[in-house]
């Protein structure tokens, strides 16, 4: 059993930046696949980004340029750095985690996931 916990969401104006960290309960950011998942209100559950084992990373077109995936392997913690922030990234945001099959899109389901965390940009 994975446990993923994820922090760092709150409320801040356009163009702003936040950081969302997840930590996972054993050591697997650095063998997993590991992606960030976002869902606004009546809206489907859509990826955002992701980084494999090797640290290949990538993003959905909506958000590339402005959030890094990142993660600390010692740490066995998953970050996404938000910068730029617009309204629109409204969105319950989630960690995500399967293990590595091959390839690693950031839009791909996942096995293991959060409670997420919330974020809100007001413009």
């Known amino acids: 059993q994975v446990d993923l916990v994820e922090s760092g969401g709150g409320s801040v104006q356009a163009g702003g930046s936040l950081r969302l960290s997840c930590v996972a309960s054993s050591n697997i950011v650095r063998r997993y696949c590991m992606g960030w998942f976002r869902q606004a209100p009546g809206k489907e559950r859509e990826g955002v980004a992701a980084?494999?084992?090797?640290?290949?990373?990538g993003y959905a077109n909506s958000v590339k340029g402005r959030f890094t995936v990142s993660r600390d392997n010692d740490k066995n913690t998953l970050y996404l750095q938000m910068n730029s922030l617009k309204p629109e990234d409204s969105a319950m945001y989630y960690c995500?985690?399967?293990?590595?099959?091959?390839?690693?899109?950031?839009?791909?389901?996942?096995?293991?996931w959060g409670k997420g965390t919330l974020v809100n940009v007001s413009s």
């Open positions: 980084i494999d084992y090797d640290g290949t990373t």
């Open positions: 995500a985690a399967r293990p590595d099959v091959g390839h690693c899109y950031y839009d791909d389901d996942k096995k293991y």
